[in-house]
């Protein structure tokens, strides 16, 4: 399974934005109908009701992540972080936590999925449920 699979997700149930995802993810999620929308960063992606991003250290600024917090807000979905221990770049779970409450992001779950990956799914912290 993939993480799409893994994480219950369905373009059935409502439009996908993944933000920089793997090529395995881009593959599992070219056999939906309809596709998920897709970008190659944040900064270009759109409000969607489901978000999901793999993000990289480069990309922990507040300024990144209010913009997140920002595109589930106005879309009033939810977005989930996903993080692999096994990739240099990607953050770990507790670098990325601290992070989210300066950007309005509450943590909703984290779980593991996949390969190995970490998947945090947050919402604006004004929206927690």
């Given at each position: 399974?993939?993480?799409?699979?893994?994480?219950?997700?369905?373009t059935a149930d409502g439009p996908i934005m993944l933000v920089s995802a793997p090529d395995s993810v881009l593959a599992e999620a070219s056999r939906m109908k309809p596709r998920p929308a897709f970008a190659?960063?944040?900064?270009?992606?759109?409000?969607?009701?489901?978000?999901?991003?793999?993000?990289?250290?480069?990309?922990?600024?507040?300024?990144?992540?209010?913009?997140?917090?920002?595109?589930?807000?106005?879309?009033?979905?939810?977005?989930?972080?996903?993080?692999?221990?096994?990739?240099?770049?990607?953050?770990?779970?507790?670098?990325?936590?601290?992070?989210?409450?300066?950007?309005?992001?509450?943590?909703?779950?984290?779980?593991?999925?996949?390969?190995?990956?970490?998947?945090?799914?947050?919402?604006?912290?004004?929206?927690?449920?």
């Amino acid at each position: 399974m993939g993480a799409l699979a893994d994480l219950g997700l369905s373009t059935a149930d409502g439009p996908i934005m993944l933000v920089s995802a793997p090529d395995s993810v881009l593959a599992e999620a070219s056999r939906m109908k309809p596709r998920p929308a897709f970008a190659s960063t944040i900064l270009t992606a759109e409000p969607t009701p489901r978000i999901l991003w793999w993000p990289e250290r480069a990309h922990l600024d507040p300024a990144v992540l209010s913009r997140l917090a920002w595109m589930t807000s106005v879309a009033r979905g939810e977005a989930w972080l996903i993080l692999d221990p096994a990739e240099p770049e990607s953050p770990a779970s507790a670098e990325l936590q601290p992070l989210l409450g300066a950007a309005s992001l509450a943590l909703v779950e984290e779980r593991p999925i996949g390969r190995g990956e970490i998947a945090l799914r947050v919402r604006p912290a004004a929206a927690q449920r």
